[in-house]
């Protein structure tokens, strides 16, 4: 059965730095390509960041230059980095495993002084 479970949101000052995690299980994680998406009040729902199955990553513009998605095939887990937040980057984070259509919970992300 897929599970995908995001952790390590919080409240952070603007500047600030968090990394999120996604723990898969019920597939490995290394073998497809994966998502990190984020939705604002109000706003649809957005693509941050991807990585292919080949480890290739892709990123918003928005974020480029400042978050950095990775994986570690020893853990099963996904992770977004983000530095130099801004309050822009407010959002409940999902990750996303596109060959299965699955969805995580979220986990919230707030940039504010």
């Known amino acids: 059965q897929v599970q995908l479970v995001e952790s390590g949101g919080g409240l952070v000052q603007p500047g600030g730095t968090l990394r999120l995690s996604c723990a898969a299980s019920g597939f490995t994680l290394s073998s497809y390509a994966m998502s990190w998406y984020r939705q604002a009040p109000g706003k649809q729902r957005e693509l941050v960041a991807h990585?292919?199955?080949?480890?290739?990553?892709n990123y918003a513009d928005s974020v480029k230059g400042r978050f950095t998605i990775s994986r570690d095939s020893a853990t099963n887990r996904m992770y977004l980095q983000m530095n130099s937040l801004k309050p822009e980057d407010t959002a409940v984070y999902y990750c996303?495993?596109?060959?299965?259509?699955?969805w995580g919970q979220g986990t919230q992300v707030t940039v504010s002084s």
């Open positions: 990585i292919t199955s080949t480890g290739r990553p």
């Open positions: 996303y495993a596109p060959r299965f259509l699955f």
